[in-house]
């Protein structure tokens, strides 16, 4: 009979690591400190992209987030398969949370391992971690907007967006006033938000978006659970920041730079 063997290891970017004869790993949750992102890549091809943002490698007292759950994404590593932590940044850790399945003698993987091994590489949990760089001198009137990214779905697949969404400005080293920002979400151009400012401010304020979840910030994070969005092909999501101040911004001497970072679900068809 197969015996579960609780698996929290910290692996690093650019080794390939292999599965015994009669192992299967199951990655349940994995974290990592690169805030350029990471794949995990079995036999070589992505099946699971991630960021610090949405998980680090463990939660303390300044990072408030768990590694980031995979839920029904599981990665699942079949005996005698390769996989490896990749990142286009410096050298990385990953955490890695869930268990190792040692199976008796002849004894076959289960099926529904198996299942989800094979789906895994057309079904898997990703993200978008997007900037927009605004030149120095430039001009924000109130309530004007700067297009931090767009993001189509291709003809073949469907992205869902129904976890974290995080948002952070700064300009010379130093945060914008989050009171000041807020993210502002469009489907086919169509705002998801109230149409006029008579309903308050456009977006979501960044108040309640930290990046990530933070003491002097906002320990919460804010997920579309409740509310996702879902990119069939040819659907297109526009992510904006928007100046919610009251007033025109400018910063004379400084470029602004807005992040936005969102959970992402990518299923190939």
């Not at 605004?134 to 992205?159: C, H, M, R, W, Y």
Request: hydrophobic share 35%; charged share 20%.
């Amino acid at each position: 009979m197969a015996r579960k063997v609780l698996i929290r290891k910290i692996y690093s970017t650019g080794t390939t690591y292999e599965t015994g004869a009669s192992e299967v790993l199951v990655i349940q949750a994995i974290g990592t400190n690169s805030t350029y992102g990471i794949k995990v890549e079995v036999e070589g091809a992505p099946c699971c992209e991630t960021i610090r943002y949405l998980g680090p490698l463990h939660k303390d007292t300044d990072e408030f987030l768990d590694p980031r759950p995979l839920g029904d994404k599981f990665v699942v590593v079949l005996p005698q398969r390769s996989f490896e932590f990749t990142t286009t940044g410096p050298s990385a850790n990953v955490s890695v949370v869930g268990y190792m399945l040692k199976l008796a003698g002849g004894e076959a993987v289960p099926s529904d391992l198996v299942a989800r091994y094979n789906a895994q590489f057309k079904d898997y949990l990703t993200y978008v971690n997007e900037s927009k760089t605004v030149s120095a001198g430039t001009t924000i009137p109130a309530n004007g907007e700067v297009t931090i990214f767009t993001k189509q779905a291709d003809a073949n697949e469907t992205l869902t967006f129904d976890g974290m969404v995080q948002a952070y400005a700064e300009a010379g080293g130093t945060a914008l006033a989050k009171s000041n920002w807020a993210l502002r979400l469009y489907v086919n151009d169509k705002p998801l938000d109230n149409s006029l400012t008579d309903a308050g401010n456009y977006g979501l304020c960044f108040y309640f978006l930290p990046r990530p979840p933070q003491t002097g910030w906002n320990m919460t994070a804010f997920t579309l659970k409740d509310s996702p969005i879902v990119l069939n092909p040819g659907d297109t999501l526009k992510v904006t920041a928007v100046n919610i101040s009251g007033s025109d911004y400018v910063d004379s001497t400084n470029d602004t730079y807005f992040y936005a970072t969102l959970e992402m679900k990518r299923v190939i068809k």
